[in-house]
């Protein structure tokens, strides 16, 4: 029984974070809808819109060109559906009562577009199709009083870090995996999964840390995995295993992504004063302790996908200044312990270039220092290879940094040679989410390698030979 319910809630995470589909061995059959959102973050007047994409995926994230089929679009809050053009759509009531947009693939693709009502807050937009897994965002709109700042005109200085490239793993579910007797094979030998992701041509390894786990309502009641002391014991190995820590501050007892971002429960009724020094200073404790036992990150992360902002609300991007103190908290906690860190900005935005530009500009304008800008790429949420490659490009040369694609699942050759290929050596490197399982193609069943894992093989004798 406790095997079971550990599976079934690495299943529910593996859902909400990764583009989860139908069985993997069935390319070609629909799996589930595909919806992007170019900018998940409106201004609440009344004419701020954003393009939507829908598309129809099979079980491997492959769109369907053939798909003719009529999707159901339901809103939940302020806002409505256009046409591309701004043309009205008619609303249409299913049996339950409630009222959806009817729109129909063309070639496999559907453009429209959704724009903002005068109320600040969030809206969902959810487009479903039969038994399909739905495509769905959650549109934050801002209020339009919104002070919108862009940086100085001209270049940003270049970053001055080291920034080694990457070919990493999240693998932060692997002590509770190993807790419930997961072992692992490779070749039908049983390995450490650390060495073998290293033998397989893995360098950098990423972990998650939440404050206080343990809570009640955290990550991991009771046992605090992703903790501090799991996250010490996790660095050993890594370290030990020949490879480097990239380090992903959540700043929450439970999951921080762009649908929340919550205060850790031992600092939510402080002042915004105390909460920043409460940033800096349990980011600093957490480093020394890594220091002190000589496993300091080589890249870490303030913030896990921000672009609605961290430490909810103060942290909100509808308080941008307070949200880049924050950041600058953080930031100064790296600092304070060792300033040759790089720090990353991580966003959920793979894809999404206006988005993107919208929150980069407003914290750089607003002071804010970093060294890398990592994105997240699900093709479920955030568009095309194509609109991947276009962001990355555009990015790296717009603020004349570095970018890592720090969380993806699928396109696993596709999304390293879009990043590597970026001009300039600014691309430098991609981090897949918490491939030991079978969804990621990488294991069978029962966490045996499989020949897709030789991928990596591949990618590390042409990306990261040079370095050996």
Request: glycine residues 8%; contains cysteine.
């Amino acid at each position: 029984m406790k095997m079971f319910k550990f599976f079934i809630m690495q299943a529910i995470a593996l859902f909400l974070c990764v583009a989860v589909s139908a069985n993997p061995s069935d390319p070609g059959k629909p799996a589930s809808v595909m919806l992007t959102s170019y900018s998940t973050t409106l201004i609440a007047n009344g004419k701020d819109n954003t393009r939507m994409r829908i598309a129809i995926a099979d079980s491997i994230g492959q769109e369907i060109k053939s798909a003719k089929d009529s999707v159901r679009i339901y809103v939940t809050g302020e806002g409505k559906i256009t046409d591309v053009t701004g043309k009205p759509i008619a609303c249409k009531t299913d049996s339950t009562g409630k009222t959806y947009y009817a729109v129909r693939l063309f070639n496999g693709i559907c453009n429209l577009r959704f724009v903002a009502g005068t109320k600040p807050g969030k809206t969902k937009v959810e487009a479903r199709l039969a038994r399909l897994w739905p495509g769905s965002h959650e549109i934050h709109t801002l209020p339009a009083s919104f002070m919108n700042k862009k940086p100085n005109p001209g270049p940003l200085p270049p970053v001055t870090k080291s920034i080694d490239r990457m070919i990493g793993a999240d693998i932060s579910f692997l002590p509770e995996m190993e807790n419930h007797g997961v072992k692992f094979s490779d070749n039908g030998q049983q390995i450490d999964a650390m060495v073998m992701l290293h033998n397989h041509g893995f360098n950098y390894i990423r972990l998650r840390i939440f404050v206080n786990p343990e809570n009640k309502e955290g990550y991991s009641p009771g046992k605090g995995f992703c903790g501090l002391s799991n996250t010490l014991a996790m660095a050993r190995r890594i370290h030990d295993a020949g490879m480097k820590l990239l380090l992903d501050f959540h700043y929450s007892d439970y999951w921080a992504d762009p649908q929340q971002q919550n205060l850790p429960k031992s600092w939510s009724n402080l002042d915004f004063k105390t909460l920043k020094d409460s940033v800096k200073s349990y980011t600093t404790r957490v480093l020394l302790a890594l220091k002190k036992q000589g496993t300091l990150p080589s890249m870490v992360q303030v913030g896990n996908e921000i672009n609605h902002g961290i430490l909810w609300p103060e942290g909100h991007i509808s308080n941008p200044d307070k949200l880049a103190e924050l950041l600058k908290a953080g930031i100064e906690g790296v600092e304070a312990v060792d300033p040759n860190i790089p720090v990353m900005i991580h966003l959920a935005l793979g894809g999404q270039n206006k988005e993107a530009i919208f929150w980069l500009d407003n914290m750089i304008a607003r002071g804010l220092r970093f060294d890398v800008i990592g994105l997240s790429y699900y093709p479920r949420w955030h568009g095309t290879l194509a609109d991947l490659k276009f962001n990355l490009i555009d990015l790296s040369k717009r603020y004349n940094k570095p970018v890592i694609v720090a969380e993806y699942s699928d396109f696993k050759q596709e999304v390293h040679d879009i990043d590597f290929a970026v001009p300039g050596n600014m691309g430098k490197g991609a981090c897949i989410w918490e491939p030991l399982n079978s969804r990621s193609g990488l294991f069978d069943k029962n966490w045996e390698t499989t020949p897709e894992m030789k991928i990596y093989d591949k990618l590390s004798k042409k990306y990261l030979t040079q370095l050996k």
